[in-house]
Every structure is written in structure tokens, then in C-alpha cells.
């Protein structure tokens, strides 16, 4: 997070700032980071088609000839 001095109250008759504050701001780049819980979601999501493509794969697979 980021401090940045924001204007809060803007006078339209001079043109110019009335009150500033400084506002807690995040950058835009952890806004677009997943949540834990939206990481975990596709965290097992990926984990389960992998382990679905593992398993028919072994099945479809011709058994090995042991000569």
C-alpha cells in the first residue's frame, strides 16, 4: 500500500483544491493478484485434471511386453 495525497473537497468557483488528505492506496498490480481463496480454487483445479490426465493416460496406455 501507498500514501498518496488526494484531493477531497475541489472549490469550482477558483479552481483549486480545498481539502487534501492522504489516502491509503494499492497499486494496481496487487489488485490484480487472485485471493487465497480463488488461488486455492484453481490451484485444485489444475491439480485435478493433471491427476485426471495421469490416470487416463495408465488406463489407454498398451501393456509393456516384459521379453
Not at 495525497?5 to 479552481?15: D, G
Request: charged residues 15%; glycine residues 2%.
Amino acid at each position: 500500500m501507498a500514501r498518496v495525497l488526494t484531493c477531497v473537497t475541489w472549490n469550482e468557483t477558483a479552481q483549486q483544491c480545498d481539502v487534501e488528505a492522504w489516502v491509503e492506496q494499492t497499486s494496481p498490480w496487487l489488485e490484480a493478484m487472485p485471493t487465497v481463496e480463488q488461488a486455492n480454487t484453481v490451484g485444485a483445479a489444475i491439480f485435478v485434471s493433471l491427476l485426471t490426465l495421469a490416470v487416463i493416460k495408465s488406463l489407454t496406455q498398451p501393456p509393456r511386453d516384459n521379453e
